[in-house]
């Protein structure tokens, strides 16, 4: 049973609580950037409906005992994503949304402020990152027209790293850069 005065400890506790994650400076976050070993990620332009659209899958080999994907191919890298063929429980992972990846620049991190798209331009797929204010990012290509699903090649100064929480890495994954880049 919680008592009034129980209950006034619980929220000033949890007013305590919310003052140092709300005081943080505008560019700060509560989360932290960690490496990762990049040949274990590959970006994919993965098709939607009838191969028209495309949305951005990213899959993690965690564990060596099978692989989660295949290349073959270059400009562009034709993707087999064997992860779909077994249960790829504790062998690899796949973060196919925005609770799965977000944009990070530096300290910023964007989360929903920033969405990553592909669009086909020339037959290529492209992945941007958009924000409400009319920022556009290029993050990575294909390098070729194709079908199917297609290797995303990040451009120069970005890479895959996972969130952390202090020490903790998390089920999360940044596409990130150390400086905004130079916009055109």
């Given at each position: 049973?919680?008592?009034?005065?129980?209950?006034?400890?619980?929220?000033?506790?949890?007013?305590?609580?919310?003052?140092?994650?709300?005081?943080?400076p505008?560019?700060?976050?509560?989360?932290?950037?960690?490496?990762v070993?990049?040949?274990?990620?590959?970006?994919?332009?993965?098709?939607?409906?009838?191969?028209?659209?495309?949305?951005?899958?990213?899959?993690?080999?965690?564990?060596?005992?099978?692989?989660?994907?295949?290349?073959?191919?270059?400009?562009?890298?034709?993707?087999?994503?064997?992860?779909?063929?077994?249960?790829?429980?504790?062998?690899?992972?796949?973060?196919?949304?925005?609770?799965?990846?977000?944009?990070?620049?530096?300290?910023?991190?964007?989360?929903?402020?920033?969405?990553?798209?592909?669009?086909?331009?020339?037959?290529?797929?492209?992945?941007?990152?958009?924000?409400?204010?009319?920022?556009?990012?290029?993050?990575?290509?294909?390098?070729?027209?194709?079908?199917?699903?297609?290797?995303?090649?990040?451009e120069?100064?970005?890479?895959?790293?996972?969130?952390?929480?202090?020490?903790?890495?998390?089920?999360h994954?940044?596409?990130?850069?150390?400086?905004?880049?130079?916009?055109?």
């Amino acid at each position: 049973m919680i008592t009034r005065s129980n209950f006034k400890k619980r929220l000033l506790a949890a007013v305590a609580g919310l003052s140092s994650i709300c005081c943080l400076p505008a560019d700060a976050s509560l989360f932290q950037a960690g490496e990762v070993k990049a040949e274990r990620f590959i970006l994919v332009a993965a098709p939607i409906g009838d191969g028209s659209n495309s949305q951005l899958n990213i899959y993690e080999q965690v564990r060596d005992r099978r692989p989660c994907f295949a290349r073959q191919g270059n400009k562009p890298t034709i993707v087999n994503p064997l992860l779909g063929t077994f249960d790829f429980t504790g062998i690899c992972n796949r973060y196919i949304d925005s609770n799965g990846y977000s944009v990070r620049v530096g300290n910023r991190d964007f989360g929903p402020e920033m969405r990553l798209t592909i669009s086909h331009q020339a037959g290529e797929a492209i992945l941007m990152g958009h924000s409400p204010d009319g920022l556009a990012l290029l993050v990575a290509r294909a390098g070729g027209g194709g079908s199917g699903f297609v290797e995303l090649k990040m451009e120069p100064g970005w890479k895959v790293m996972r969130r952390q929480f202090g020490k903790r890495a998390l089920g999360h994954v940044y596409i990130y850069r150390d400086t905004m880049p130079e916009t055109k």
